[in-house]
């Protein structure tokens, strides 16, 4: 396989801790497991990060298509958490803060464009998202 298609390395530093690299920019970051199942709990775990990752896309396709649509998005903000049962993922609960208010059109537009990202596409469908708004 081709080197240049990996965007990613990740290697285990031990102590049950990864560390991850992003190629082109060498933004890193480290998960840990969590304390609950033997981790030391000082870093994210990778769920918490899957549930960031789905807020930061949503917000990415929010911005964009506000680029493209004309409304504004600087400052709307998304509270991620990721809902685990010994089965795994099962839901993620994200609450929608945007610290404006907006007409019912783009309200609209910000619902549909919010669930539709494709991070929350690529996610089997039995996991639930249960999204919440609260507009100024």
Known sequence: MQQDHFTSTTTVTGNMRCHSVFRHSSANFMTDIPKAIGGYGEMPPPTALLAA???????SMLAFTGTRKGFRTEGIS????????????????????????TDTRVRALMENTVASCPVANALHPSIQKHITWTFA
């Open 78 to 101: 998304i509270q991620a958490a990721c809902i685990e049962e010994k089965s795994g993922i099962t839901a993620f609960d994200l609450h929608v803060s945007v610290p404006f208010s």
């Open 53 to 59: 990752t789905l807020a930061s896309c949503m917000l």
